[in-house]
């Protein structure tokens, strides 16, 4: 199991990068179906990850994994494109700094859904944090 240090430094890094793409969306979906700012998106990180795997020698006959595995990395695929498509309808409506936050209520789904089907236990500390993110959100929804 990876260190806490490892897996935050990781995950600040994806938060960074995530904050860059909201950015850089809300720029691109002006004036562009979201639908096909979506397409393009998606079309860059497969070029972008088939780069990398190649350079890295990590590629492998993904035929080869297990049925299980296979069913869950579809599934998940098939659930990060209607959250791409739905992130940049909003982004193409709203406020990027209104948008993104609302857009990490799935910290909150996350950490409902990983105690229903994972059996994880967060912590009470745990839920304030992740009690906060909602409030953050909610505010941001109701504010109007």
């Known amino acids: 199991m990876a260190t806490p240090a490892t897996w935050v430094f990781w995950a600040l890094l994806s938060a960074v990068f995530a904050a860059l793409t909201a950015i850089f969306a809300k720029l691109g979906v002006q004036g562009v179906d979201s639908d096909l700012a979506t397409l393009l998106r998606t079309v860059v990180v497969l070029v972008a990850l088939s780069a990398l795997i190649a350079l890295t020698g990590k ?3 993904p035929f080869a994994l297990p049925r299980r595995a296979l069913l869950f990395l579809l599934l998940s695929g098939l659930a ?7 992130y940049f309808r909003a982004l193409q409506l709203g406020d990027a700094a209104l948008v993104a936050p609302v857009d990490k209520l799935s910290v909150v789904l996350v950490a409902v859904f990983a105690v229903i089907f994972l059996g994880e236990r967060p912590a009470p500390r745990d839920w304030a944090g992740i009690a906060m993110i909602c409030t953050g959100a909610l505010l941001l929804v109701l504010r109007r």
Do not use: I, P
Not at 80 to 86: F, I, K, Q, V
């Open 59 to 61: 590629w492998s006959n």
């Open 80 to 86: 990060t494109g209607a959250s791409w498509l739905c």
